[in-house]
């Protein structure tokens, strides 16, 4: 049995890295959301709307992430 | 299109987005170029007949087009630039919101599929642009230094923060802006796009070259994902022509709001 041989570009580990802090950022979004539709249903429609924008500027860290793992493929060994 | 004599599996990558002429010998008509052609054309005689024969009782067609019109009237421009001048906003705006939303679902209609916002270029037309406008508004309203101090120094923050401040606030307000409105849009679409070719791609090779009858079944089963990120990447498409319209909009309203 031969040992099972990963290749590609270790961006991608990077890329991985970077998504986590996004990740847990857009769960509190949507988590404040959830809590606050919960508290005062009428008020839905409101925080959805404030809520895509931070979702948006959140967003963008993950896809800084992508880009940059784009950016840097290859120049390791 | 991955050639099929190859026996190895050629990951998709930014190589993917190469497109060709369509024609030989026009070098610049190239998909996305006929894609966005074909949006602004289904844009413009979707508007036209609703509104043509605008009547008090809508027909089809106009309710359809006073539905998306009213969508980006009310919950974008109203809520995000105030009420007091937004009308000014909305017809950019709704051509925008229509523009991008038509160029990215066109990544899901069958046979085109392609998102044109993939090429980083009309990403950064259409950030440019927002700047340029929300920039020059503002500008208009409170002249060029009064402009600057209200975006680089916000109300009631103390004077000795105020050398800390103007830079962090002028970078993030004026110089990241049209950097991350443009990122945002070209790299989910240039993402969603690749996520799908690794899934049909993968899929079709793990099925007609991996040889075994177990890697074709995993190979199905990839198939089926890939039904599945279709789905999501239209969601994704559709919520991303939202934010970016938003954030313009966002961006426009601060850049013209009052000292409170």
């Keep these: ?77 | 299109m991955i050639a099929g004599v190859s026996t190895e599996f050629i990951p998709p990558g930014p190589q993917s987005f190469e497109t060709p002429p369509i024609f030989s010998g026009v070098e610049w008509f190239t998909k996305p170029v006929l894609v966005a052609t074909l949006s602004v054309i289904v844009i413009i005689w979707f508007f036209y007949g609703a509104s043509r024969k605008a009547a008090v009782v809508p027909g089809k067609l106009q309710f359809a087009g006073e539905l998306g019109y009213n969508f980006v009237r009310n919950s974008i421009a109203r809520d995000a630039i105030g009420s007091k001048d937004y009308m000014k906003y909305v017809p950019y705006l709704c051509g925008l919101f229509f523009f991008i939303l038509l160029n990215n679902v066109a990544a899901t209609i069958p046979l085109i599929q392609f998102p044109t916002f993939s090429h980083i270029g009309w990403a950064y037309v259409a950030a440019i642009m927002s700047w340029v406008i929300y920039n020059a508004v503002g500008i208009k309203k409170k002249g060029l230094w009064g402009y600057f101090k209200h975006q680089t120094m916000p109300a009631g923050v103390p004077l000795w923060l105020m050398p800390l401040m103007i830079p962090i606030e002028f970078i993030s307000n004026i110089l990241v802006r049209p950097i991350s409105l443009s990122l945002r849009l070209f790299a989910n679409m240039f993402a969603g796009h690749i996520l799908l070719l690794v899934f049909v791609l993968g899929g079709e090779y793990m099925i007609l070259h991996s040889g075994s009858i177990a890697i074709g079944g995993v190979g199905i089963v990839t198939l089926l994902m890939a039904l599945a990120i279709a789905g999501l990447e239209l969601f994704v498409q559709c919520i991303q022509a939202y934010i970016f319209v938003v954030l313009t909009a966002q961006y426009i309203g601060s850049a013209i709001a009052d000292e409170h």
């Design chain 1, 1 to 77: 049995m031969t040992a099972l041989e990963i290749t590609g570009d270790i961006a991608v580990l990077g890329y991985g890295l970077a998504a986590i802090g996004p990740g847990v950022g857009v769960g509190l979004i949507f988590a404040a959301v959830i809590n606050g539709t919960a508290r005062q249903p009428e008020a839905q429609s409101k925080l959805q709307s404030i809520a895509w924008i931070g979702f948006g500027v959140t967003e963008v860290l993950a896809i800084i992430g992508i880009a940059l793992a784009f950016v840097f493929k290859g120049t390791g060994a």
